[in-house]
């Protein structure tokens, strides 16, 4: 089983900046695709930022030109690089990693890992 953990979150003023980092229990660079998710109480889990393993980033509209996913190959560490945070900000963010594994019968195995969460919160 692979362990994903997240750290980083915490209080931050309307207009700030704040910087989340996801590590695992292997190395962030060989999962297929690694994504920050956030929720708020009574709501679905909403995807706001992936790296897939070429590079490419996809952002949700709400975050566009705000967030930044990123990884970082001496850390080994998966970042969400937030700026101009606004009240609507505030969930519990998650770090998201898929790999895709090759079975004895030639099928493709897709694994999930989720981390336990942390907290932002974007107040005065």
């Known amino acids: 089983q692979v362990h994903v953990e997240e750290s980083g979150g915490g209080l931050v003023q309307p207009g700030g900046s704040l910087t989340l980092s996801c590590t695992a229990s292997?190395?962030?660079?060989?999962?297929?695709?690694m994504s920050w998710y956030r929720q708020t109480p009574g709501a679905q889990r909403e995807l706001i930022a992936s790296?897939?393993?070429?590079?490419?980033?996809t952002y949700a509209d709400s975050v566009q030109g705000r967030f930044t996913i990123s990884k970082d190959r001496a850390k080994d560490t998966l970042y969400l690089q937030m700026i101009a945070l606004k009240s609507e900000d505030t969930a519990v963010y998650y770090c998201?990693?898929?790999?895709?594994?090759?079975?004895?019968?030639?099928?493709?195995?897709?694994?999930?890992?989720w981390g336990q969460g942390t907290q932002v919160t974007v107040s005065s």
């Open positions: 998201y990693a898929r790999e895709d594994l090759i079975g004895v019968d030639l099928e493709t195995l897709t694994y999930d890992y």
């Open positions: 292997k190395s962030v660079f060989s999962f297929n695709i």
């Open positions: 790296l897939n393993a070429g590079g490419i980033e």
